[in-house]
């Protein structure tokens, strides 16, 4: 018995393996016609069953009007010559595939070589078809004529035998304008989305002033002069203060109001990978350019670091129980540097295009004529500016932390969120002056002609030596790039360590390793900047060191999650809006670290660099890891600064709807980046469409539900209730003060007792 | 709004920024705008009015120091012995430091690189017919005018020894004797630019040498002529070398420059006797500066002009 | 309570006489002016050095050695003469010393990687 089901199975086995080898795609010649399911293959990659390349010497051509009328149908004739199978007759000669832009393709009536598969809508050969080098079909117009129509068309020059060996083919772009079709100029589009959006708060902005004022002249019968003196009372001590807690009220707001700028740009990306698009369709490929370079550049120089420096400046001083930061004056400087820097970054929207390259600036794109100008310039310029600002605070910082300490504030009994930011300004310290220089000769390259990235090869084309390398201008941004990546998420894990202390009603676990993390981290970062790099022809010796310390570096950061993990585990936790929040972030920054270490790896890297598996890696730290943490630090904060509370109930659903809809928007960007949909394209696969839709319609909503967040802010900071010193119950030293603190913080110089001593 | 250490609100930095905004405004447009976006030279009258602007914020900065002459209630009480050790002006100044340390390492490396990258001439390689292929450094150029580079570097190092001096002149109560070496420092630094600007013109203009060499007919660089890539100059747009010889020596000659201007302010302090054994903080911070730009000049000299 | 504890007015130091290590003077020094004019003696006694080195034509190792020594014994008159290095606490030290690890990264990875480098491991591990 046992004998013969044996014989059973292992033949039912070796029949199932015949079976399925069998069924198993082989790639063959498809003398049949494209149809689907490689209709999306022969559409990205050609006829490369056959080849792996295209043949230059095979010639595709298309018969075309001259231009077309609306609603005409014309017919078309398609043949291929030239190519090594250049043979007369014979069986086995051809194959095409022809898909229009616009109007409809249809095979002659009774034509028997030519085939419209079902469903789709793009003409094939068929198997009789296949016979010939030259296909007539007709072709339908679309009713619009004043579009211009693109015919993406492949050839295959067949050699006359059976399989896919030895076959050679081309594709070919024919385009055909209708009689009204205007031939778009590079760069004319009028104006694109986001001008027409900045040109339209602009003159909102304008209005709105002049309504406010003009309503105050009505309602309180005062001239001109009188309402504008009444508001310089106001703004004036705005203007000019130095007191860190107001100065870090001016970064909050401002950073805030940047992030939503960009978070409009961002909707306006999301709306571009709706569907698929031609140049033009909504935005052009190089405005869509500049959405994604001022999306990066405004979320990380005038959102993420703001938000973080004005945390960092109202809370240090008081965290560390001094009255002000070291350079009162020095600290106003970096903060005004803040908008008048953003809004030279945003002057390239008003003269004919922002900057366009990409947050990296990579040369040389960055150097060729193709960025838009000025507006790459005005990046350029205004980055400086944002430079010089991180400077001045890194410097202030530091010199504020190491020596302003009140009595009993030793190192190791500072509170971590100030841990964070000393290694923080530490890094920006060491880091900005590379991309300042970085930036400089970019600048002297657009204007002066340098040569630093952008001189071409002289000397013969056998490739000389004496060369600009662009991978230079990678090698200084890099440098700074990725300790600059560290410096907007350490100040968040200062912000988490705070947080769930407080609601586990608990010091945080391991308090000496979180330190030792953090400065380890800080250290690290310098070293593993070259996995940026991978795809660079890096020397290998480079890329492997780098690897290792990538993967190194995420030690550190797991001792930090597992010590808040111990410390909720040990604690009784509290859940308001700052914990729920802190929660989240856990769980989003560690799936984003996680696939920052399956990125981390040279040769997954190498498959899923400048795709968007990157594009949610980031998205999943800075977003899931900084936005959320500092959204809970605001929660959490807000009672100090305005002496009110936040409303709970809108708290709660703030989160739910932001952390639901991030997690839809950015999750599947993992498996688009997977299928290969390259970032930075303003368009993409079809097959992808459905995917992207979803993730676009996750965005939006995302998006929107921060509206519920700027209401609550709005609300509480008129109707709250009264917070009282300590909300929270926290004990690190800004919770000693009253809320708000006084003018100068301190009514005498506190002397720090440990979590233990206090109540 | 009233502050600890006298430090009531100031409209200075809001001035100063807005104004570095306008001058970048300017400079942008007048190099990149425009109708072909070659440069918009209207705009180099919104640049001056930036300047300008900066210029007022820097005075209404400093207008605090001006009438000031101790440091009684003004400096900040540490409780950690270690790192109060020194003033905080000073720390913060040895931090500032630590960035241009930055900024000159990445000018440094950059050159390297390049530097490292192509191999230097040499009459036994080919080069190219315009010695394009290999590096013809700018210390090539400069052998046969060296002596402006020698002079620079000795005024450098005097200017720094001046300053020293200015600063225990102050220290002594003597008024006089710190303006006076406030002004050699100050004409010593001129001197240095203005050599510069003289060894630049030279070079750009292709003056600074006679022959131009023939790889065919064995001619040294190094000695006797030019080589055929740098005929019509040698200028930052010329060739890698002339980029980043301009660029790094350029970026030093800034900070000079800059240097300058805080010196203005100190020699006037000086002339109406602000500076005495009490207050004289401000010239020790200047010196700090003063003596890194010339630590730079230190390894900038070998690297470029003599080798 | 908290234990205030004033800092030091470190102008004092400066009223005692420095000492300059005894070869820098090559001698006795009454007041440190002379000694900081001998200081500016031996830079520009270093500085002569490097030109004859340069004029010399020695091979390239010893070139770049030469340069790059001289170049690093005038920062260091400088440094702990002019700056004061030498008669500061040791704060200053240890911060001019923190960019040191950063910039042999810098130097190390844009300074010395290059395009057109050895593509294989095998090759650089050289088997």
Redesign the interface.
Known sequence: MKGASLKILSVGFLISILVAISAFPTSNGFPTGITDPTTSTVEANGCNCHNPDPTTSVIVELTLPENFTAGEIYTLTFNISGGPNDAPSGENLGGFFIKASHGVLEPLENDTLVQKPFGENHLTHTTEGNDYREWNFTWTAPESDDVIVTFSAYGNSVNGADGNQGDYWNSATFSLMGVNAVAVADGEHGLSTPQKLIYGFTIIAVTLGVVIIGNRMVTKEQSFEEVLKDYWKYLYPWLTTTDHKYIGILYIVTGFAWFFIAGILGMIIRWQLFEPRLDGDFLTYQEYNSTFTMHGTTMIFMAAMPIIFGFANYLIPLQIGCRDLAFPRLNAMSYWLLPTGGIVIYMGYFTGGAGDVGWTGYVPYATDASATKPGTDFWVAGQIMLGASSTLTAINFLTTILRMR??GVSFMRMPLFTWSIFVTVFLLL?AIP?FAVALILLMADRTFGTLYFSGSCAGDLMGTTACS?P??WQ??FW?FGHPEVYIVILPAFGVLSEIISTFSRRPIFGYTSMVYAMTTIG?IS??V??HHMFTT??????R?IVMLTTMLVAVPTGIKIFNWLATMTGGSIVTKTPMIFALGTVITFTIGGITGIILASIPLDIAFHDTYFVVAHFHYVLVGGTLFAFLGGVYYWFPKMTGKMMNETLGLIHFAFSFIFFNAAFYPMHNVGISGMPRRYATYDPALTEMNQFISVAAFIFGFAQLIFVYNVYYSYKYGEEAGDDPWDGWSLEWATSSPPPHNSFT????LKSAEEAE | MSGEHGHHGTPAPFVFCVATAIMFIGLVMATAGGENNEGDTGYWFVFILGIAGMITGFMMWVQDYWDQDSEEGE?I???H???????TRK?GM??F??TE??VF??L???Y??YR??IPDYSPDIDCGLYFEECWVPAADIIRSH?IFG?IN??AL??S??T???AL?AA?NNNSKAATRYLIATFFLGTLFLVLKAYEWWEMKNGHFWGDHCSVTAGQDIGHHCVAPKYEHGFWLDTSLEGTTFYITTGTHGAHVFVGLLALGYLIAKANKEGYN?KYNDTI?LF??YW??V??VW??V???FY?? | ????????N??DE??DDHSFPAWVTLGHTDN??NG??K??AW??FW?LL??GA?LSEFSFWI??GI??G??AI??WF??SF???MTW?????NR??A??V???I???L?????????????RT?CGF
């Open positions: 009140a009595p060491l590379v390398d991978i230079l090698h200084l440098y250290v310098f070293v900047y070259g022809g890096a020397d290998p010796l480079f492997f005498e110089i506190p002397t | 400096e009480v540490g409780y012995p270690f790192w109060a050790s020194i003033t720390f040895w931090i430091l630590l340390v930055m390492s990445t440094l490396s950059a390297m690189r490292a990258a060296l020698v570097t000795f190092l005097l720094s020894l300053v020293v001096l225990y220290r054994e020790e010196g700090l003596h890194y010339d630590v230190v390894f000299f070998p690297f003599l080798y | 309570m908290s234990d205030e504890q004033e800092t030091g470190e102008h400066h009223h440190p002016i900081f004019m200081v500016f830079l520009v500085t490097e030109v340069i070139t770049m340069l790059f001289i170049a005038k920062c400088i440094g002019f700056m004061h500061d606490p040791p704060l200053v911060t001019a923190v960019p690890f950063f910039l990264v810098l130097f990875a844009i300074g010395l990687t290059q395009p057109g480098a050895v593509d294989d491991l650089i």
